[in-house]
């Protein structure tokens, strides 16, 4: 069984920065794309970043030039450097794999951001 296990989340102060990582346990076969998606209270689910398999980046208007997605996704590894942090960030960041029969989700790691 396939599992997204994230870690990295924490409390900081605006302008700080903080590190997420992303690894799969289990074998999945043909990940095409892999990354970050954020959820703040009362809010929608929203795209933070995604990494495709050939290494192209696709981000979040909200983060472009603050965040940094980097990894294999290809092998079921990504980080997110997050700098310049704003309270605006704070959420739940799940990892996340899309695939055409079910979509993968990690548990959630809490980011805290306070002004």
């Known amino acids: 069984q396939v599992k997204l296990v994230e870690s990295g989340g924490g409390s900081v102060q605006a302008g700080g920065s903080l590190r997420l990582s992303c690894v799969t346990t289990?074998?999945?076969?043909?990940?095409?794309?892999m990354g970050w998606y954020r959820q703040a209270p009362g809010k929608q689910r929203e795209l933070v970043a995604m990494l495709s398999s050939i290494g192209t980046p696709n981000y979040g208007d909200s983060v472009k030039g603050r965040f940094t997605i980097s990894g294999d996704s290809a092998k079921g590894t990504v980080y997110l450097q997050m700098n310049k942090l704003k309270p605006e960030d704070t959420g739940v960041y799940y990892c996340?794999?899309?695939?055409?029969?079910?979509?993968?989700w990690g548990q959630g790691t809490q980011v805290t951001v306070s002004s």
């Open positions: 996340h794999i899309p695939r055409p029969e079910a979509d993968y």
């Open positions: 289990g074998s999945m076969f043909r990940i095409n794309s």
